[in-house]
């Protein structure tokens, strides 16, 4: 069984079965170790069974919105426009303009 060292705050790991995860908090006076997987749940350890993990450091991933709990709504997207889609040019000409 390998053992990793010391959990450190903000890095990410993955264990044996590939689950991902990061470390989000670690309490030195109480020896515990509190991380999220990449689906936003949240598990405690005791720093005994945190140095038993078999976990592996890894980069962190590039979408990191698997553990973010936020709607496009939650960040004011559902009014906005698709940036993507493209403008009528027709739409912006004043039709009731009289000479």
């Known amino acids: 069984m390998s053992t990793i060292g010391p959990p450190m705050v903000g890095e ?3 264990l044996p079965r590939g689950e991902s995860f990061e470390v ?6 109480e020896e515990t170790v509190e991380i999220q997987y990449f689906d936003g749940a949240v598990e ?3 720093l ?28 004011g997207m559902e009014d906005r426009a698709n940036p993507y889609r493209p403008k009528n040019p027709l ?9």
């Open 12 to 14: 990410w790991y993955m």
């Open 24 to 29: 989000v908090a670690y309490d030195h006076e």
């Open 44 to 46: 405690e350890f005791e």
């Open 48 to 75: 005994e069974t945190w140095l038993e993990l078999s976990a592996e450091p890894i980069e962190p991933p590039e979408d990191w919105s698997g553990s973010v709990d936020i709607m496009r709504e939650d960040y």
């Open 91 to 99: 739409d912006e000409l004043d039709i009731n303009d009289k000479d």
